[in-house]
């Protein structure tokens, strides 16, 4: 799971908190800390942080834009 995020975005930091808290591995790619990370987020279309990126190996399973704690349960339960 990627985590598309800013250091500045409030909901960034309570997404990746509950993360934690539930003790699910995430990667945080920070848009302004890498053009690369940046690169990635655009080209997922990403609108808004945080985006949660789901992936089985390559493919992108889901995307969750903003913090959406019912979603990312539903998708821990899968």
Do not use: W
């Amino acid at each position: 799971m990627n985590v598309y995020s800013q250091q500045s975005c409030v909901h960034c930091q309570r997404q990746k908190a509950f993360l934690e808290r539930q003790g699910i591995a995430f990667t945080e790619k920070d848009i302004n800390q890498s053009k690369e990370n940046r690169d990635e987020f655009l080209a997922l279309k990403g609108r808004g942080t945080p985006l949660t990126v789901v992936k089985d190996g390559e493919k992108v399973i889901t995307t969750i834009t903003g913090f959406n704690q019912q979603q990312l349960v539903q998708i821990l339960e899968m």
